[in-house]
């Protein structure tokens, strides 16, 4: 079987710097643009199935790229998709918490997590389950996965050669796409963060404005 897990393009809060998490933002033009660049680039590949996080963003991305690449399946939802929550930072800024935040970037697993929110811990849990009980159904299916900065890494960190190096040097692009395949139970990350638009439309908002957690 073969995953495409895409994150959802740009929000008008991932362009102004704020923890989105679970706020319900829907994607602005440019994150609709990169989304529809996106599945035109897809045209030929036929997704069997598409599951994704219920929050819009994620939804509407997979929608236009269900569209544009010309697939016809429904879009089923999965809470353990979700991104990180960040409690009583969403809506803010990470630099709201001081020193403690800084951990967010520099070592994740030690971050202590947002006041009533989630840390990495929490977050790798979950998502992890999400993709090892997909990968356990060894169907054959291709499916088209909707997901998040965050959990995308949080659900891939345990593919990477070194789960430690949580970031991977930035949070995966809007649209970028990482290619899981499963065999026997058995997931392995083929595709990294690979990007189907021009390489110009990139904008990296973790280099940019510290914006990872979106």
């Known amino acids: ?14 362009a102004a710097g704020v923890l989105q998490g679970w706020m319900d933002a829907p994607l602005n033009q440019s994150g609709r643009e990169l989304a529809a660049l996106t599945g035109r680039a897809m045209r030929g590949l036929r997704f069997d199935r598409c ?51 800084l951990l967010f970037y520099t070592d994740p697993f030690r971050f202590v997590g947002f006041p009533n929110g989630e840390d990495f811990h929490m977050l790798c849990a979950r998502t992890q389950a999400f993709l090892k009980e997909l990968a356990a159904k060894d169907d054959g299916k291709t499916y088209l ?4 900065g965050c959990a995308l890494r949080a659900m891939l960190n345990c593919l990477y050669p070194d789960p430690a190096d949580y970031w991977r040097g930035r949070a995966p692009y809007n649209c970028s796409v990482n290619i899981v395949e ?33």
């Open 1 to 14: 079987m073969k995953l495409y897990i895409i994150r959802h393009g740009e929000t008008d809060k991932n």
């Open 51 to 101: 599951i994704s996080s219920p929050l819009s963003r994620a939804r509407e991305t997979v929608e236009i790229v269900l569209r544009e690449s010309g697939n016809d399946v429904p879009i089923e939802t999965d809470e353990r998709l979700r991104e990180m929550y960040f409690g009583d930072l969403e809506g803010k800024k990470l630099s709201e918490m001081g020193e403690a935040g």
């Open 145 to 148: 996965i909707g997901a998040h």
């Open 182 to 214: 499963a065999e026997n139970g058995v997931a392995r990350l083929v595709a990294e963060d690979r990007v189907y638009y021009d390489q110009s439309l990139i904008v990296d908002h973790y280099r940019l404005a510290g914006k990872a957690g979106e």
